[in-house]
């Protein structure tokens, strides 16, 4: 079947403007994770949305970025103004339930600032 | 705050031989141990896990290890082979919540 989907799957912006970056679960997947991935780094947390629950935004780093899921499935994470330090790979994964499940990565969004 | 040391950060190793990741957690809470493959170009990949409540866990060429008390978990790759080669990525996750806390990786090269 269809696993997570990212797109576009490369972004280069200048900076001061803004970006978005789209995630499609796996239909059917409740939760719904984004990650940062900076070069030679692990992964970072940034947003967490589970079914109809309040987001935890609680790992974006600062009020730039911002993320939304419609209707419980797609969704965008938005930088705006963008700063050269945001250029990374952002990861999207979706799962059935928030922790009992297998987390399914999609293949990221790598974003360049120049 | 929680986090996750993972040496090395590279490895290398001749086909057929094994390689050991080894990562260590501090929050004692953690009960769930992921580790993830990622090749060029893709997201990571699940390739096996532990819980707390198992020592070891092997499947086929790849096994991992728990120790609790020490607070570090193991990956073991037997035979390895050149389609091996990629970043692997531990992880801790603590019980009840949904955050995992993930190590900086490891590139392993398989040299054919």
């Known amino acids: 079947g269809a696993g997570v989907s990212q797109s576009p799957s490369n972004k280069v912006t200048e900076k001061g403007k803004d970006v978005e970056l789209r995630c499609d679960p796996i239909?059917?997947?409740?939760?719904l994770y984004w990650y940062r991935q900076s070069l030679g780094q692990g992964l970072e947390f940034l947003i967490y949305?589970?079914?109809?629950?309040?987001?935890?935004k609680s790992g974006l780093p600062s009020d730039r970025f911002s993320a939304e899921r419609t209707g419980g499935s797609v969704s965008t994470l938005t930088i705006q103004r963008t700063q050269q330090e945001d250029s990374a790979v952002y990861l999207c994964?979706?799962?059935?339930?928030?922790?009992?499940?297998?987390?399914?990565f999609g293949p990221g969004t790598r974003l360049t600032v120049t | 705050g929680e986090n996750v040391e993972q040496h090395p950060s590279t490895l290398s190793v001749q086909e057929g031989d094994s390689a050991v990741i080894k990562c260590t957690y501090s929050?004692?809470?953690?009960?769930?141990f992921p580790w993830y493959k990622q090749e060029l170009g893709k997201g990571p990949q699940l390739i096996i896990d532990?819980?707390?409540?198992?020592g070891e866990k092997k499947d086929q060429r790849i096994a991992v290890t728990l120790n609790k008390t020490a607070k570090h978990f193991s990956l073991h790759i037997t035979e390895t082979q050149p389609e091996d080669s990629a970043v692997y990525f531990c992880?801790?996750?603590?019980?009840?919540?949904?955050?995992?806390?993930f190590g900086t990786g490891t590139r392993l090269k398989v040299l054919a």
């Open positions: 239909s059917g997947h409740t939760a």
């Open positions: 949305f589970q079914g109809n629950s309040a987001p935890d």
């Open positions: 929050d004692s809470a953690s009960n769930y």
């Open positions: 992880a801790a996750r603590p019980s009840g919540t949904y955050k995992y806390i």
């Open positions: 994964a979706s799962s059935l339930e928030g922790f009992s499940y297998e987390q399914y």
């Open positions: 532990i819980r707390s409540n198992v």
